[in-house]
């Protein structure tokens, strides 16, 4: 005969050992943290990278105004050849000492400037009227400061014995002063501007150029200060010729809202809105960077209209609770990542929870 006591004692045993593991179940759900299989986190996508915004052009600065640069050239060709400066001493030869390959943005009476993407790098290029142009010559001089260090002239126009241009070049800036006779052009290129950098060039045409001829042929007048950009055709901008620019690495273009939420639960993607506007005078193409914690998780292209406005978007899941860091361009925010469960609102709870599972569990067994 079986002991009932003994038999009854097992059979509750094993109820209550079935209740606690349903308990224990119900606790892990209510405190733990869930984990899903193949979840893309922000971890995962973050990499290193910049993470202010990108323009594959540069930008001319003068006062408050900025003009994005498109620059020339497919990279086939060195900005020497390309530029085609020529002197008795030259092959292909000539008198003119002027540079035949820069042509189409050589203008009568203007001084111009653009940059050029060529197998040596990107170069920026100084041209000073126009060959077998209807003008009288003239001079002017410019002061470049902040040059890249790893960088060089790469053509000097004038280059010869007993030129009348004068070049003076210290470790990042030069001094440059031209003198050019009438039917001829003249300018310099730069080359070295891959990297980040920012550049100001001071400039002195006619009259306050250091150096000044008043023989006819000389005395002609730079009338306009252009800047070249190539917009899928060649757009011509007019600078004030009295005042310096900086000519720079980045965009006009500028993040003028970022929209994300203060909290947000783990696991969960996120929205992120960003509002990114184009402060300058012609068109840009930007690349933007949404970084969280230091890092980029995704990144938008757009091309924007002078002062066109546009909101993009992306979004991202972190794998775990937190406070965590966004940002787009120079706006920030951060994000508080809760739980995401049950448990990460009974804060503290944890321990009651799985008492009071307890104790039903007693409480049955014995009522039984």
């Given at each position: 005969?079986?002991?009932?006591?003994?038999?009854?004692?097992?059979?509750?045993?094993?109820?209550?050992?079935?209740v606690?593991?349903?308990?224990a179940?119900?606790?892990?759900?209510?405190?733990?943290?869930?984990?899903?299989?193949?979840?893309?986190t922000?971890?995962?996508?973050?990499?290193?990278?910049?993470?202010s915004?990108?323009?594959?052009?540069?930008?001319?600065e003068?006062?408050?105004r900025?003009?994005?640069?498109?620059?020339?050239?497919?990279?086939?060709?060195?900005?020497?050849?390309?530029?085609?400066?020529?002197?008795?001493?030259?092959?292909?030869?000539?008198?003119?000492?002027?540079?035949?390959?820069?042509?189409?943005?050589?203008?009568?009476?203007?001084?111009?400037?653009?940059?050029?993407?060529?197998?040596?790098?990107?170069s920026?290029?100084?041209?000073?009227d126009?060959?077998?142009?209807?003008?009288?010559g003239?001079?002017a001089?410019m002061?470049?400061?902040?040059?890249?260090?790893?960088?060089?002239?790469?053509?000097?126009?004038?280059d010869?014995?007993?030129?009348?241009?004068v070049?003076?070049?210290?470790?990042?800036?030069?001094?440059?002063?031209?003198?050019?006779?009438?039917?001829r052009?003249?300018g310099?290129a730069?080359?070295?501007f891959?990297?980040?950098?920012?550049?100001?060039?001071?400039?002195?045409?006619?009259?306050?150029?250091?150096?000044?001829?008043?023989?006819?042929g000389?005395?002609?007048?730079?009338?306009?200060?252009?800047v070249?950009?190539?917009?899928?055709?060649?757009?011509?901008?007019?600078?004030?010729?009295?005042?310096?620019?900086?000519?720079?690495?980045?965009?006009?273009?500028?993040?003028?809202?970022?929209?994300?939420a203060d909290t947000?639960?783990?696991?969960?993607?996120?929205?992120?809105?960003?509002?990114?506007?184009?402060?300058?005078?012609?068109?840009?193409?930007?690349?933007?960077?949404?970084v969280?914690?230091?890092?980029?998780?995704?990144e938008?292209?757009v091309?924007?209209?002078?002062?066109?406005?546009?909101t993009?978007?992306?979004?991202?899941?972190?794998?775990?609770?937190?406070?965590?860091?966004?940002?787009?361009?120079?706006?920030?925010?951060?994000?508080?990542?809760?739980?995401?469960?049950l448990?990460?609102?009974?804060?503290g709870?944890?321990?009651?929870i799985?008492?009071a599972?307890?104790?039903?569990a007693v409480?049955?067994?014995?009522?039984?």
């Amino acid at each position: 005969m079986t002991d009932r006591k003994t038999d009854g004692f097992g059979a509750d045993t094993s109820r209550l050992l079935t209740v606690l593991a349903l308990v224990a179940v119900t606790v892990g759900l209510v405190t733990g943290s869930s984990i899903v299989a193949g979840q893309v986190t922000d971890q995962e996508l973050a990499s290193e990278g910049p993470t202010s915004l990108e323009s594959a052009g540069v930008t001319v600065e003068q006062g408050d105004r900025c003009i994005p640069v498109a620059a020339f050239g497919n990279g086939t060709e060195s900005v020497s050849d390309y530029y085609d400066y020529r002197t008795p001493n030259t092959t292909p030869s000539s008198y003119t000492y002027s540079s035949y390959g820069t042509t189409e943005f050589q203008a009568d009476d203007t001084s111009s400037l653009f940059f050029y993407d060529g197998t040596d790098g990107r170069s920026l290029v100084v041209l000073h009227d126009r060959l077998d142009g209807d003008t009288d010559g003239g001079s002017a001089t410019m002061q470049f400061d902040g040059l890249p260090i790893d960088g060089e002239w790469t053509v000097e126009d004038d280059d010869y014995e007993g030129r009348d241009d004068v070049f003076t070049h210290r470790e990042t800036s030069s001094r440059i002063s031209w003198v050019w006779t009438e039917g001829r052009s003249d300018g310099a290129a730069f080359t070295g501007f891959d990297e980040s950098f920012a550049v100001t060039v001071t400039p002195a045409f006619n009259e306050a150029a250091d150096v000044r001829y008043t023989d006819d042929g000389y005395d002609g007048q730079i009338t306009d200060w252009q800047v070249v950009s190539n917009d899928g055709t060649t757009t011509r901008t007019s600078l004030a010729m009295e005042e310096p620019i900086t000519v720079r690495s980045g965009a006009c273009s500028r993040v003028t809202g970022l929209d994300v939420a203060d909290t947000a639960d783990a696991e969960e993607p996120i929205a992120l809105g960003a509002t990114v506007t184009n402060d300058g005078e012609g068109p840009e193409t930007v690349t933007v960077p949404f970084v969280v914690d230091g890092g980029v998780v995704d990144e938008r292209t757009v091309t924007l209209a002078a002062g066109e406005t546009r909101t993009l978007s992306t979004s991202v899941t972190f794998d775990e609770p937190g406070t965590r860091t966004v940002s787009v361009g120079d706006r920030g925010a951060t994000i508080d990542v809760a739980d995401g469960t049950l448990g990460s609102f009974l804060p503290g709870f944890g321990v009651v929870i799985v008492l009071a599972g307890i104790g039903v569990a007693v409480i049955a067994v014995r009522r039984r």
